[in-house]
């Protein structure tokens, strides 16, 4: 007899009871795992220290968290449903802000506030929803405009002056209003000392904002690596304090496209720390040559290093290593993190080479032609 012609009994009560019984307990476990997700999700989006605001395809208001009702200053249940220009009246926000946009966002009172949103698409139960995030960015920006007006005032009340003290001194100093004592050129040595290095901190602050607002430019010349190097050097041992440490060069002459005075900006920059933090009756060896496609600078000290958990920290803005307690001027930290700004707008890499005691290598790379 064939399997197949034998009679199929139907599940008896009992069986389809406890078939029953076992969906439903799966059943059970689904929803109490979907509730705990859900919770988690709620408690994650209700605690984020960012306004999140869940908005449908209809661009209503669904949901939002405590971060976002604050920054309107509704309440939750008065946001809920209303279409989404109600507290951004720009209308077209939500397509403006698939990428961090600024916009404009208003409070209850009525205040217009700067905003800045990003909005994620998401899909949820076959429906296209939208995930607004927003910050308001009314204190960044005051700070901004605060940052802005100091560059200005530095640029124009204090730049102004100083360049003018500092030609009154070198007439001074060339005896254009008579002759110095030995005693009188050496206050105004150091008065000239003094002016030089405050117009260098004026110089680095105003290249800061520069390179933080990417307003920073840079004029493509053909020239050598020798001629960059070779001013470089001339630059750093006239204005350096100690005559103990000598400056070494070892060069190529080979032809690059870039930004002569930027690169000489670099390279004098790095020499001068160099200078700064190495003993007395020491060398500071400038290397500089091809390598590959690239033009590679490198200023070699016998100072007291860098350790290795520090490196990265060198290239930031306003760090101060504490390498040497009795170098007398330490500058705000600009230098070397305008130093790396002006190689990456020249498309290379900055990095150091060190170990405590044992000096430090600062090299840096640029193409030898723009891309």
Same mark, same amino acid.
């Given at each position: 007899m064939n399997t197949s012609d034998r009679p199929v009994h139907p599940p008896t009560y009992a069986e389809l009871k406890r078939m029953f019984e076992e969906k439903c307990h799966e059943v059970d476990i689904l929803k109490k795992n979907q509730a705990q997700v859900t919770r988690r999700i709620q408690g994650i989006i209700t605690n984020f220290p960012l306004g999140l605001i869940l908005v449908n395809s209809d661009q209503r208001i669904q949901a939002l968290n405590k971060r976002a009702v604050a920054v309107f200053e509704y309440e939750p249940e008065e946001l809920v449903n209303k279409p989404i220009d109600f507290i951004f009246p720009d209308n077209d926000a939500i397509e403006q802000g698939r990428e961090p946009v600024r916009v404009n966002g208003r409070r209850k009172s009525g205040e217009v506030f700067a905003a800045e949103i990003c909005v994620?698409?998401?899909e949820m139960q076959g429906e296209e929803r939208y995930f607004v995030n927003v910050q308001d960015i009314t204190e960044r920006q005051r700070l901004e405009q605060l940052r802005r007006d100091l560059m200005a005032m530095v640029s124009h009340d204090i730049r102004g002056p100083l360049t003018a003290i500092r030609v009154v001194l070198d007439m001074v100093a060339e005896g254009i209003y008579g002759a110095l004592s030995p005693r009188g050129e050496k206050a105004i040595g150091n008065a000239q000392s003094a002016v030089e290095y405050l117009i260098g901190l004026v110089k680095n602050? #105003?290249?800061?904002?520069? @390179?933080?607002? !990417?307003?920073?430019?840079?004029?493509?010349?053909? @020239? @050598?690596?020798? %001629?960059?190097?070779?001013?470089?050097?001339?630059? *750093?041992? !006239? *204005?350096k304090e100690r005559d103990s440490v000598?400056?070494?060069?070892?060069?190529?002459n080979d032809v690059l496209i870039a930004d002569e005075d930027r690169i000489v900006q670099v390279l004098i920059n790095l020499i001068s720390n160099a200078i700064k933090y190495s003993p007395d009756d020491s060398v500071v060896r400038v290397v500089a040559g091809i390598e590959g496609l690239s033009a590679k600078f490198q200023v070699i000290d016998s100072g007291p290093g860098v350790p290795k958990d520090k490196q990265h920290?060198? =290239?930031?803005?306003?760090?101060?290593?504490?390498?040497?307690?009795?170098?007398?001027?330490?500058? =705000?930290?600009?230098?070397? %993190?305008?130093?790396? *700004?002006?190689?990456?707008?020249?498309?290379?890499?900055?990095?150091?080479?060190?170990?405590?005691?044992? !000096?430090?290598?600062?090299? =840096? @790379?640029?193409? #030898?032609?723009?891309?």
């Open positions: 994620n698409l998401l602050l #105003l290249d800061a904002e520069k @390179t933080e607002s !990417g307003t920073i430019e840079i004029d493509m010349q053909e @020239t @050598t690596v020798g %001629a960059i190097v070779s001013k470089a050097v001339i630059t *750093a041992d !006239g *204005a000598r400056i070494e060069q070892e060069v190529t920290l060198v =290239f930031e803005r306003y760090r101060q290593l504490d390498q040497k307690k009795d170098v007398k001027k330490q500058g =705000f930290g600009l230098g070397l %993190a305008i130093c790396k *700004a002006l190689v990456e707008k020249h498309k290379g890499k900055i990095w150091v080479e060190s170990e405590p005691g044992r !000096g430090s290598n600062f090299c =840096f @790379t640029i193409p #030898l032609s723009p891309e």
